[in-house]
């Protein structure tokens, strides 16, 4: 899928865990929260370590998202909910957001159903995570009058692939429904072809009989064009081949 589809499905999702997530805080809280996408993060408002929650998709959708909050944030919004004095940041903080958070999820999962199907989700708390490579959607969280928080939404490659081609196939209007995931597990074991082809080249019988060790054949391609990757003679990939620790790889 192209990065475009990707982040459009990503930033959907993204606006439907919002509007439950301040539902959610709005509840708990007691006052009126606000939680939006944004188009870019504000990077400077970043203060103190970030604390993690994790994402489980389940369902018709498979997969895992990251939530990133911040100390001072997460207190803030802690003491908030407990309805106690401002304080510094601690772990009972952190369990009332995560309370908070898998509260959201049952709206989440309410509002994705027509574009997905069924859907649950499991929240936990993380730590010691490193994000290299995901796609991230920055959100604000804002309370009464007071500056915005920032919070980053980031995306598991497996869930996000999810995400795109499924919305991509509700927006072809195919018509057809989406994928039961307890059927499919029908299929898993099948054996399948599967071939990766840097090129090819149409040779006479006579010259493939000519062929020895170390016989030279010139492809038609270059050896920096994409190799393709093919499930039963169809190419189902394009993508740069690469050598990791002697052995080949495929970047997409």
């Known amino acids: 899928m192209d990065n475009q589809n990707n982040k459009k499905a990503a930033r959907a999702f993204a606006a439907a865990f919002s509007s439950s997530l301040a539902d959610a805080l709005t509840q708990a809280a007691g006052t009126t929260l606000q939680v939006k996408v944004l188009d870019s993060p504000d ?3 970043r203060k103190g370590q970030p604390v993690h929650f994790r994402l489980t998709a389940d369902g018709a959708l498979r997969g895992e ?7 001072p944030q997460v207190a803030e919004l802690g003491t908030k909910v407990l309805g106690r004095p401002a304080a510094a940041y601690s772990e009972e903080h ?5 309370k908070a958070i898998s509260a959201a999820t049952d709206g989440l999962a309410t509002s994705l159903q027509a574009e997905y199907g069924e859907l649950t989700f499991q929240v936990e708390r993380v730590a010691n995570l490193a994000f290299g490579g995901m796609l991230v959607v920055p959100l604000a969280v804002s309370m009464d009058e007071q500056p915005a928080m920032p919070v980053l939404l980031y995306f598991e490659g497996q869930f996000l692939e999810a995400l795109t081609s499924q919305g991509t196939a509700k927006g072809a209007g195919n018509g057809k429904a989406p994928l039961d995931p307890v059927n499919l597990k029908l299929v898993m074991d099948v054996e399948l072809n599967v071939a990766l082809r840097f090129g090819q080249r149409q040779l006479p019988l006579r010259e493939v009989l000519e062929l020895t060790s170390g016989s030279v054949i010139e492809l038609d391609r270059q050896v920096d064009d994409p190799v393709e ?19 080949y790889g495929e970047v997409r």
Do not use: H, M, P, W
Not at 65 to 71: A, G, P, R, S
Not at 94 to 98: Q, S, Y
């Open 43 to 45: 990077l400077g408002k």
């Open 65 to 71: 998202c990251f939530v990133e909050f911040y100390e």
């Open 229 to 247: 990757l093919l499930l039963d003679g169809k190419v189902i990939a394009r993508g740069e081949a690469v050598i990791v620790d002697g052995n």
């Open 94 to 98: 952190a369990d009332v957001l995560a």
